[in-house]
């Protein structure tokens, strides 16, 4: 699949948000923590994907109720499901003039077309060294998904099986979708949103 950037300015991927606070004390902290003038681009986008991939829970996972969506509220709280955990690394690597977008899917919810879809949010990483936008997933990893730092061959945390209405969307956004931040604003218990609110098509 192609992947196509929703505007032409790269500066429009680093731009801060409010879901993207990367002036945040604890943003800004992290980063110190996590980045170093020695690292280099690719370095520090992997760093911070295994970062958020691994050490910032998902939500339904374990099995929490907290709703969690600006990037410092993610960083705090140690958790989120996928759309919260994609504003946490746009925020990293933004923090560090590194272009970071939002990409989405569209995804069978459990197992089963019956069960309903949902809309899966994943982030595109712009390399200036290599000229390319890669997509990365940081929705952490478990049995049956593994999803790791790749330059060529994508490896998300989910493949697309388009017989069962499953699709990947092309448009690399420089603003998290308003249907995932209005559904996280909406709730306060991330387990009944997970199940029954979640959006299931952009």
Known sequence: MKLVCETEQLKDYLNELEEVNY??????Q???ELFDSQQTELEKAKVAFEFVRDEIDHSWDIQSERVTCNASEVLEKKEGICYAKSNLLAALLRSQG????FSYQRLVLFDKPEDGYSIHA???VYLSTLDKWIRLDTRGNKEGVDAQFSLNQEKLAFSINE???EKDY???YSKPHPQTISVLKAHSNTLDMYKNNLPDDL
């Open 23 to 28: 002036s945040d004390p604890l943003i800004q």
């Open 30 to 32: 992290k980063a110190t």
């Open 98 to 101: 590194i272009p970071t977008g």
């Open 122 to 124: 994943l982030n595109a």
């Open 163 to 165: 017989a069962l209405g």
């Open 170 to 172: 092309p448009t690399i």
